[in-house]
């Protein structure tokens, strides 16, 4: 068979023929196998045209079985080449030096860096061999701190690779280059910039976040404090107000003549400064 064989292309088998107990030029040959080990071709007819095909070898008595759009039911199969009476055979396995399956779909790459940290997810769902992949960051590659981990599906991997790394260096804005070999295939993703200057949306998220709390324990502050204010101020002009009504009264007794002690004969007195006189006419008409 023709290696690497290639998931999805044409696979080719070979099957020559040196010697046989039948003359060759009176000797049929035959292909069989496949998932259900079935004739595919015989004497160069093929069983089913748009899946397998015979031909002719550039030596004599060269058969070359040719299958299209080679896929996972082609593979871990027994093959027979049949000449004549004599027959050889050979199971395929499916090994990691052998084949080969190119991901169809691009394979889903996410970065980011944040306080340092430098984070890369590959994902690809189908995949074989093992994609072996190089992310190069600020002129350093990273292809031996990368984790690979893989599971089945089907008789393929589902790939996930992951890249974490503290960065060191302190430059804003690099290139970020991804590359990955899949068995003879190198696939290169586009650049693309990375600026571990910026504030990611997270961030500025909770520092918008963080702003609203503090700017709503301002306001309840604020609105808790007026009260106190208000109290403050009216009790304030209630203690600068007493000592004015004081005053006041002892200036209107001083200008009616009275002072605590003399008498007074002014009838509009409401404090009663002739407290005194009309004790004394008292006096007089009990004499």
């Known amino acids: ?139 350093i590659h990273y292809a031996n701190k990368t984790s690979t981990s893989k599971t089945l599906n089907g008789k393929l991997y589902s790939v996930f690779i992951t890249l974490r790394q503290r ?9 970020m280059i991804i590359s990955c070999q899949i068995g003879t295939e190198h696939i290169v993703f586009p650049s693309k910039m990375l600026d571990r200057c910026t504030v990611t949306d997270d961030n500025q998220a909770k520092t918008g976040s963080y702003a609203r709390v503090i700017a709503l324990l301002i306001a309840i502050i604020g609105i808790g404090l007026i009260p106190f204010v208000v109290y403050i101020v009216v009790a304030q002009k209630r ?9 006041y009264t002892e200036i209107r007794r001083t200008e009616n003549g009275c002072n605590g002690n003399s008498d007074s004969e002014n009838p509009d007195d409401p404090v009663g400064c002739n407290s005194n006189s009309d004790q004394l006419s008292s006096n007089v008409n009990q004499t």
């Open 1 to 139: 068979m023709n290696k690497p064989v290639i998931f999805g292309k044409t696979a080719e088998m070979y099957c020559k023929v040196e010697h046989t107990e039948i003359p060759l030029n009176e000797s049929s040959n035959s292909w069989n196998g496949g998932p259900n080990n079935t004739l595919l071709s015989k004497d160069g007819f093929s069983t089913n045209k748009k899946k397998y095909e015979e031909k002719m070898g550039q030596g004599e008595f060269t058969y070359i079985l040719q299958i299209h759009n080679f896929s996972e039911l082609d593979v871990d199969c027994i093959y027979s080449c049949t000449f004549g009476v004599d027959s050889a055979s050979k199971k395929f396995d499916l090994n990691e030096e052998d084949y080969q399956y190119v991901p169809t779909e691009m394979m889903h790459v996410s970065s980011e860096v944040r306080n340092n940290n430098f984070k890369v997810d590959i994902r690809c769902n189908r995949v074989w061999p093992t994609p072996i992949c190089d992310v190069s960051f600020q002129g």
């Open 167 to 175: 960065l060191s260096t302190h430059s804003c804005s690099s290139k």
């Open 239 to 247: 203690k600068n107000s007493i000592p004015v009504q004081i005053i």
